[in-house]
T-cell receptor, first 115, second 114 residues
């Protein structure tokens, strides 16, 4: 069955530290890849997405992600985190299939940034 | 621009009572609609999805059902709630374009069954 794995469930960083959150998926073929973020008390928001083209994708708030097809990975990065980046981050994957798209989500990574 | 609404925002219901959660989307037509349940540390579990009016696909057998009476309205229901139905329910919409599809989420409903 298709699955999405996020390597870290909890990450604690100090402000200005660099961030990398791992994401691996088990889909074969052409996929669409996403990172969503959920800030405390807020709804799930799209951070960035990859459909095709340049495997390095830039999103909002200085985040970027790199699609490495050979590794089935789509890791999220930010060179210098801020306290306001404290949130839960979800990796997600979908692809076209009969009856539409089914998006599979990872279990999420809770990031806490210390001021 | 498109917006998605869910209500109620929070709900406390006794075991055995019925449930109706509503989701509506504005600013788009013929969207794909989804119901998810979010559990702490377990990500999002897809419950139902719909590609059109009256077309519902269920992903997991459970105590819940879904209906789509109008193009931009998606309802999650139960005839008799169980304790295990407690959770955070998210509605999402998307419009597929070729091989791409991006989902956008509503604010969610926090359901507590006592």
């Amino acid at each position: 069955a298709q699955s999405v794995s996020q390597h870290n469930h909890h990450v604690i960083l100090s402000e200005a530290a660099s961030l990398e959150l791992g994401c691996n998926y088990s889909y074969g073929g052409t996929v669409n890849l996403f990172w969503y973020v959920q800030y405390p008390g807020q709804h799930l928001q799209l951070l960035l997405k990859y459909f095709s083209g340049d495997p390095l994708v830039k999103g909002i708030k200085g985040f970027e992600a790199e699609f490495i097809k050979s590794k089935f990975s789509f890791n999220l990065r930010k060179p210098s985190v801020q306290w306001s980046d404290t949130a839960e981050y979800f990796c997600a994957v979908n692809r076209a299939g009969t009856g539409g798209f089914k998006t599979i989500f990872g279990a999420g990574t809770r990031l806490f940034v210390k001021a | 621009s498109q917006t998605i609404h869910q209500w109620p925002a929070t709900l406390v219901q006794p075991v055995g009572s019925p449930l109706s959660l509503e989701c509506t989307v504005e600013g788009t037509s013929n969207p794909n609609l989804y119901w998810y349940r979010q559990a702490a540390g377990r990500g999002l579990q897809l419950l139902f999805y719909s590609v059109g009016i009256g077309q519902i696909s269920s992903e997991v057998p459970q105590n819940l059902s879904a209906s789509r009476p109008q193009d931009r309205q998606f309802i999650l229901s139960s005839k008799k709630l169980l304790l295990s139905d407690s959770g955070f329910y998210l509605c999402a919409w998307s419009v597929s374009r070729g091989n791409t599809d991006t989902q956008y989420f509503g604010p969610g409903t926090r359901l507590t069954v006592l």
